[in-house]
Every structure is written in structure tokens, then in C-alpha cells.
């Protein structure tokens, strides 16, 4: 991996967020691009003119929204430009200020390797949804894998493999184990949620001889019931885990985040969410 495109809100700058991704540009020595969203438009100047006085051009006024500033887009780059040489990370900046959606983001994707963003990361001033909106257009159109990012810091110590036996969800392991080699030497879980007390995993000599050439703790955990309460459930004492799912709005495990199961994994399980589709 080479390129990792970290989506930041240009009027609230994140240092926490900043820091996370930093690890991974660390873990994976890659170039970390920080992708400045917000709305910038150039507005007219206030004139007031006496008559009979010189008009006197006023240099334009540049806005990101209700009271954010130039200044605080160029604090907040600074800010991660700091972070990033402090920890000795090659940092690059863009600014997105497509105020219509995420389609921007979108695109950049198609040329980035991971794309990391925080669920509650928002267009507007304010949303209750979570993830919002904006973060699932994100998930749903992006053209590389992204990484939710979850409130706090932690060490890995753990993968958990959110799989149900379809193409996606292989797709996404596989995509995490070819982007991260250097967590080759922490524990992997593949979870699997079966209606049928008796139903073993899918394919489970096939994708553990697969896993066991990566990884060096492979182990295989079944649990019974309903897939979204179930996986709730098991992840939300875990800590320094990080969770690999795949199909995010599509077939396999497209259910997880439906609106009425979304919310509970994104918003109360603190944890990072590795997302990705065929």
C-alpha cells in the first residue's frame, strides 16, 4: 500500500483522527493525503460608497461556511502537516470543496489504496444519524476499501473477519490481508452467525489453509441466531480489535447496515471497520 486518503472536516480539525491514521501510514509506509472537505466560495464584498468617493476595490472575502474562515483552513492543514512530520509521515493535502456531496470523494478514491473517515463526518451542520448520509455515499460508491475510524485510539491486537460464505466477504479479507502484511503476526478470528446450530463454516479448510499463509493465529468462531444482534453483541466489549466486513450496501452482509442495524455498529461499537465491496 502507498497511498492512503484521509477525509477531514476543514472547519473541525481532528488531531485524534489525524493520529490514527498516522499509525497506518506508519504501519504500511505510506504517504498520507489529507482531503480537506467544506464548502468555499468566494462572496462579494460588502460596498458602501459616499457619493462622489474613488470606488476602492476590497480584496474578496473567502468563507468554508458559517463563521470558518481561511485562517482555519489553513490552521487546520497546518495542524496536519505538524502531526504528520512529528511522526515522520509523508503528508499531502487537497481540498474538496464540492459542497453537493460526496462525489469528489468518490473519485479521489478511485485512485487511493485506503480511505479512512470518521462515521459521523457530515456535510451539514449538525446530523443525528450515524453513520451520516454523507459517510454512507461514502462507503457505498467508494472504489477502494475504507476505514471507519473509530473515537479512541488503540493498539491492535486482534482481526476479526465478519464472514457469511459469499464472494464479498472472502474479497474483503483478502483485500485486508494484501493491504495490511504487517499485522500478519496478530490474532485472526473468522465470525461466522449461522440460523442452524449444527452449520460449521463455510469453506472453513479452504479459507483456513488460505489464512494460515498470512496469518500466524488463525480461529474459527460460529455463533447462532440473528446476524446483526449477534455480531452487536460479540463486539461490543472488544478492545484493540479491528473488524473486516465486506459488500457495504450490496449482497453478503449488505443487511449490517441498513438503518436499523447500522447506527448500533458504527455508533456505539468503538471500534475500527474495515469496509470493502467487490
Do not use: C, Y
Given at each position: 500500500m502507498?497511498?492512503?486518503l484521509l477525509v477531514l472536516d476543514a472547519s473541525h480539525i481532528d488531531a485524534e483522527l489525524i493520529?490514527?491514521?498516522c499509525n497506518f501510514a506508519t504501519?504500511?509506509?505510506?504517504t498520507l493525503t489529507g482531503l480537506f472537505f467544506g464548502n468555499y466560495e468566494e462572496e462579494a464584498p460588502e460596498v458602501q460608497m459616499e457619493f462622489g468617493a474613488p470606488y476602492i476595490e476590497e480584496p474578496p472575502v473567502y468563507s468554508l461556511g458559517p463563521n470558518i474562515s481561511l485562517q482555519q483552513l489553513e490552521d487546520s492543514i497546518s495542524l496536519f502537516k505538524k502531526i504528520g512530520a512529528v511522526r515522520g509521515v509523508r503528508c499531502q493535502v487537497q481540498f474538496n470543496n464540492n459542497s453537493y456531496g460526496a462525489e469528489?470523494?468518490?473519485e479521489e478514491s478511485r485512485?487511493?489504496?485506503?480511505?479512512?473517515?470518521?462515521a459521523s463526518a457530515t456535510r451539514e451542520s449538525r446530523s443525528k444519524e450515524t453513520p451520516t448520509p454523507f459517510v454512507k455515499d461514502v462507503l457505498a460508491a467508494a472504489e477502494c476499501p475504507v476505514l471507519v475510524a473509530p473515537t479512541n485510539l488503540a493498539e491492535i491486537k486482534e482481526v476479526i473477519f465478519a464472514y457469511d460464505g459469499s464472494r464479498s466477504a472472502v474479497f474483503a479479507i483478502k483485500q485486508f490481508t494484501y493491504l495490511f502484511p504487517e499485522l500478519a503476526d496478530k490474532?485472526?478470528?473468522v465470525l461466522q452467525v449461522n440460523k442452524d446450530e449444527d452449520m460449521p463454516v463455510t469453506e472453513q479448510?479452504?479459507?483456513?489453509?488460505?489464512?494460515?499463509?498470512h496469518y500466524s493465529s488463525i480461529g474459527f468462531q460460529v455463533l447462532q441466531g440473528k446476524a446483526t444482534e449477534e455480531l452487536f453483541a460479540y463486539l461490543y466489549d472488544r478492545q484493540h480489535t479491528i473488524v473486516v466486513m465486506g459488500a457495504y450496501g450490496r449482497n453478503g452482509l449488505s443487511e449490517l447496515i441498513k438503518p436499523a442495524t447500522a447506527s448500533p455498529l458504527l455508533k456505539t461499537i468503538d471500534l475500527p471497520f474495515f469496509i470493502t465491496h467487490c
Open positions: 502507498k497511498k492512503i493520529q490514527f491514521a504501519l504500511s509506509h505510506s469528489s470523494i468518490i485512485f487511493s489504496d485506503l480511505l479512512i473517515i470518521k490474532k485472526a478470528v479448510e479452504h479459507l483456513g489453509k488460505w489464512l494460515r499463509l
